[in-house]
């Protein structure tokens, strides 16, 4: 069974720029989870996207912002890209909003802004 | 808001040998699970071992296991018999047992280096 993919493994975008990262969960799996992993930082929490709506979001500005698709893949936008963006940016899936379920996660899109 | 805290940025270990992380936490939550997550360079986080609140026991897989010591809000991982293969970030995390809003969202510390040295 493939796990969470995540695509492009790396990207670099000029400031200004708009990125856009990809994480396709594990078949099953409804919920999708985004963290940003700054260097030296612990994972912060971005978004989560359960049966194509976001259900919660972190401290992070509009221009971070994302969808759902019906097959429970999902796309993290960011927009007007800053040179603090640049960070690991992690997927994870789990298979509802079910409390006991685990999250598992992908090996992440290293986004550098120059 | 809960908080997850890692004072030990890096700790070093003999192979073979016993090491401790350091986890503390802070809640006003009854009812959570913890975690530790471990990230080699392939940079996919792996989980080790989870935590259920409301049981006393200390969990355990294999060479790991914790020390869960709730009233104190303290979660530490000792990992027995020390492997090359262990060498990596290790992160412990919270996640409110509470369905209202945050799913599976799960709050980190700041990770702990491990290396593991021959």
């Known amino acids: 069974e493939a796990g969470v993919t995540q695509s492009p493994t790396h990207l670099i975008k000029t400031r200004g720029q708009q990125a856009t990262l990809r994480c396709s969960p594990i078949?099953?799996?409804?919920?999708v989870y985004w963290y940003q992993q700054a260097l030296g930082l612990g994972l912060q929490f971005l978004l989560w996207y359960d049966e194509g709506e976001e259900r919660n979001r972190g401290n992070f500005p509009p221009r971070f912002s994302g969808r759902q698709f019906p097959n429970y893949s999902s796309e993290l936008n960011v927009n007007a890209l800053e040179l603090e963006d640049s960070a690991l940016y992690l997927c994870?899936?789990?298979?509802?909003?079910?409390?006991?379920?685990?999250?598992?996660f992908g090996q992440g899109t290293r986004l550098t802004v120059v | 808001a809960q908080t997850v805290t890692q004072s030990q940025p890096e700790m070093s270990v003999q192979e073979a040998e016993t090491v401790t992380l350091s986890c503390t936490y802070d809640?006003?939550?009854?009812?959570?699970?913890l975690f530790w997550y471990k990230q080699p360079p392939s940079r996919q986080m792996i989980l080790v071992i989870r935590q259920e609140a409301y049981k006393q026991q200390n969990a355990t897989e294999n060479r790991f296991s914790v020390n869960f010591q709730k009233a104190a809000k303290s979660f530490s991982l000792k990992i027995s018999d020390s492997q090359l293969g262990d060498a990596a970030m290790y992160f412990c995390?919270?996640?409110?047992?509470?369905?209202?809003?945050?799913?599976?969202?799960?709050?980190f510390g700041t990770g702990t280096q491990l290396k593991v040295e021959l």
């Open positions: 994870a899936s789990s298979l509802n909003r079910g409390l006991g379920t685990e999250a598992f």
């Open positions: 995390a919270y996640r409110s047992a509470m369905l209202t809003g945050g799913g599976n969202k799960l709050t």
């Open positions: 078949s099953g799996h409804t919920s």
């Open positions: 809640t006003s939550e009854s009812d959570y699970y």
